[in-house]
């Protein structure tokens, strides 16, 4: 079945980066893109950003023009979100989602920015 | 970015329906929008629900029931949630979502309460 598998919990401090994966199964990874969306603790969903698998062109939201980047690796069917200069606001569970209407969406990654 | 107003909660019995709004400002039209709607349960990613634009170009979401039904008014710009013969599993966050110009925007949410 289609899927999208996220990397682990992470534990990060002020200033450092952290990168999420969504390894994606069960139809052809480059077909599709992936939606990266995320939600701080107790708040509400935020769109963060698009790539396309297929020729790996991306379109971020412009809050977060400068501190994200989002790649794939084909050959591992796999997204990746990066995003540097953590702060204590970025503590956010992070989602992956092959498309926001249709989905599937990942399962989340909680990162935690503490000093 | 835009920002779409919902009211941070709501209530009501079982059996009664929901009406969940969703605001847009005043130089966003909401006639020209689609309007998607999602909901929450603690811990679990979003759920696509359906989204409506007229009563002739509207979508629901695989396996969501007739119970959930959208629309607009014009006259205030604002997308409508209806939720029919409220159950208790209705209980949850609920966005809206809409995509103005380049980029996806999520309303602040609404928490259902079904008493």
């Known amino acids: 079945q289609v899927q999208l598998v996220q990397s682990g919990a992470e534990v990060k401090k002020p200033g450092a980066s952290v990168k999420v994966s969504c390894k994606a199964s069960?139809?052809?990874?480059?077909?599709?893109?992936i939606s990266w969306v995320r939600q701080a603790p107790g708040q509400g969903l935020e769109w963060m950003g698009w790539i396309s698998a297929y020729n790996g062109n991306t379109n971020y939201a412009q809050k977060l023009q400068g501190r994200v980047t989002m790649t794939t690796d084909t050959s591992t069917s796999t997204a990746y979100m990066e995003l540097r200069s953590l702060r204590s606001d970025d503590t956010a569970v992070y989602y992956c989602?092959?498309?926001?209407?249709?989905?599937?969406w990942g399962q989340g990654t909680l990162v935690t920015v503490s000093s | 970015q835009p920002v779409l107003t919902q009211p941070p909660s709501s209530s009501a019995s079982p059996g009664e329906s929901a009406r969940l709004t969703c605001t847009l400002p005043?130089?966003?039209?909401?006639?020209?929008?689609?309007i998607y709607w999602y909901q929450q349960k603690p811990g679990s990613p979003p759920r696509y629900l359906l989204y409506?634009?007229?009563?002739?170009?509207?979508?629901?979401g695989s396996g969501v029931p007739s119970r959930f039904s959208g629309s607009k008014d014009a006259s205030a710009n604002t997308g409508i949630l209806l939720i029919s013969g409220l159950q208790s599993e209705d209980e949850a966050d609920y966005y809206c979502?809409?995509?103005?110009?380049?980029?996806?925007?999520f309303g602040g949410g609404t928490k259902l309460t079904v008493l």
């Open positions: 005043s130089d966003i039209n909401v006639g020209s929008y689609n």
């Open positions: 409506y634009y007229s009563d002739s170009d509207k979508g629901q």
């Open positions: 069960g139809y052809t990874f480059t077909s599709y893109g």
């Open positions: 979502m809409i995509w103005p110009s380049n980029a996806w925007v």
């Open positions: 989602a092959r498309d926001l209407v249709t989905g599937p």
